[in-house]
């Protein structure tokens, strides 16, 4: 299986600063990586997929880059629906893989 | 506008089968592949199954093969989850989700949860 790990696990940030969140496949995905954000007690929502594209209705304070094995989110302008956990996801090949999560929370 | 709405969910001893069912409504369900995606209480999201748009093929994670059945009733705009000899790992909210392209889960329902206990 594709392993996928995401660093920091957690990251402290007040509103207005940016954050860079970085997600590493072990093997080449290509651009198959796609990144969500969950708030609490709430489902998952996509914010990019294929790498660097915003997904509709997404913030553009949201931004992708990275190919083959090496991703990173970006969120500029931090606002305070952004404090939630944030998962990568390769889909290149089945099993599809999440990262385990990093935590962003109000410093 | 796209709407997912799983139910099924409960407490069921470990051995024991439920099924899960998500229905689907907003957009053209006959032409989406679908997914099942877990989480387990306080942890991160695991891949459980995937199924095509007509339901001839079909995916699962080595943690459910052979355990799990993912179908579908495109006359129903239903999605199943046919979960078979529970354990109590399998534990965790049940989402149904939109694959949309390149592999993507674009709409996620709110979420079922099955309790695997005795």
């Known amino acids: 299986d594709t392993q996928v790990t995401q660093s920091p696990s957690s990251l402290s940030a007040s509103v207005g600063d940016s954050v860079t969140i970085t997600c590493r496949a072990s093997r080449m995905v290509y651009r198959y990586l796609h990144w969500y954000r969950q708030k609490p007690g709430r489902s998952p929502e996509l914010l990019i997929y294929?790498?660097?594209n915003l997904q509709s209705g997404v913030s553009s304070r949201f931004s992708g880059s990275g190919s083959g094995t090496d991703f990173t989110l970006t969120i500029t302008s931090l606002q305070p629906e952004d404090f939630a956990t944030y998962y990568c996801q390769q889909s290149y090949i089945v099993p599809y893989t999440f990262g385990p999560g990093t935590k962003l929370q109000i410093k | 506008q796209v709407q997912l709405v799983e139910s099924g969910g409960g407490v069921v001893q470990p051995g024991r089968s439920l099924r899960l069912s998500c229905a689907a409504s907003g957009f053209t369900f006959s032409s989406y592949g679908m997914h099942w995606v877990r989480q387990a209480p306080g942890k991160g999201l695991e891949w459980v199954a995937i199924?095509?748009?007509?339901?001839?093929?079909?995916y699962y994670a080595d943690s459910v093969k052979g355990r799990f059945t993912i179908s579908r009733d495109n006359s129903k705009n239903v999605l199943y989850l046919h979960m078979n000899s529970l354990r109590t790992e399998d534990t965790a909210v049940y989402f149904c989700a939109r694959l949309m392209i390149q592999g993507v889960f674009d709409y996620w329902g709110q979420g079922t949860l099955v309790t695997v206990s005795s």
């Open positions: 294929g790498t660097s």
């Open positions: 199924i095509s748009y007509d339901g001839s093929n079909k």
